[in-house]
């Protein structure tokens, strides 16, 4: 069993920063990837960016150069560092696991306010 359990959202202003924290539990040796997604209101969920075992990352082209995604030492931790925030990336984030299949955590809000 897999367990992600994600933190950092809230509200923030336009041209503001948050910064994303998602740590995984359980069997998770032998992963593929991590990420995170996005899902604005009564919009599809979304790949925002995703990190490889190997630590190679991948953004959308509407976050690159404000966004990083990085992972923690002990490697069960993924990390979204989120600058110069704008109205459209307001949504609920959901980190993602892959490792047999997709693992998910339950989500954290960021709203950001114009």
């Known amino acids: 069993q897999v367990r992600l359990v994600e933190s950092g959202g809230g509200l923030v202003q336009a041209g503001g920063s948050l910064k994303l924290s998602c740590t995984a539990s359980?069997?998770?040796?032998?992963?593929?990837?991590m990420a995170w997604y996005r899902q604005a209101p009564e919009k599809q969920r979304d790949l925002v960016a995703s990190i490889t075992s190997d630590d190679s990352t991948n953004y959308i082209d509407s976050v690159k150069g404000r966004f990083t995604i990085s992972r923690g030492n002990a490697k069960n931790t993924v990390y979204l560092q989120m600058n110069s925030l704008k109205p459209e990336d307001t949504g609920v984030y959901y980190c993602?696991?892959?490792?047999?299949?997709?693992?998910w955590g339950k989500g954290t809000l960021v709203t950001v306010s114009s």
């Open positions: 993602n696991l892959f490792r047999d299949k997709d693992y």
């Open positions: 359980g069997f998770i040796s032998n992963l593929k990837s």
